[in-house]
């Protein structure tokens, strides 16, 4: 099972974009939704997680305030939302999912894993 992330593109400084990830063979309320980015020449840092139940939310410090995420159980879909966009935001976005009560997980402690989708904030 993998997950399938989508919505990345080329956007101006100040823009958004919105991701989307699902996966319709898991039961989506059992997992964590996390998203996670990897600029080139740096480590995969984790973005911003929610609940399995959709209860709680981290996000952080450098996309707060500017990212929501999400999540859908009913269409098996975990959103972001990315507005105000900055050029350090360009990087591959990933998400993931952790089955359990934990909100905030490791890249490799992930249960599934998604392809990545490119984000690229120039002008």
């Known amino acids: 099972v993998q997950l399938q992330a989508s919505g990345g593109g080329l956007v101006q400084p100040g823009g958004s974009l919105r991701l989307s990830c699902t996966a319709s063979?898991?039961?989506?309320?059992?997992?964590?939704i996390g998203w996670f980015r990897q600029a080139p020449g740096k480590e995969r840092e984790g973005v911003s997680y929610?609940?399995?139940?959709?209860?709680?939310?981290y996000y952080a410090d450098s996309v707060r305030g500017r990212f929501t995420i999400s999540k859908d159980n009913a269409k098996k879909t975990g959103y972001l939302q990315m507005n105000n966009l900055k050029p350090e935001d360009t990087a591959v976005y990933y998400c993931?999912?952790?089955?359990?009560?934990?909100?905030?997980?490791?890249?490799?402690?992930?249960?599934?894993r998604g392809q990545g989708t490119q984000v690229t904030v120039s002008s």
């Open positions: 063979v898991l039961t989506w309320e059992d997992y964590a």
């Open positions: 929610i609940s399995r139940r959709v209860g709680s939310t």
């Open positions: 993931a999912a952790r089955r359990g009560f934990a909100t905030i997980f490791q890249w490799g402690s992930s249960d599934y």
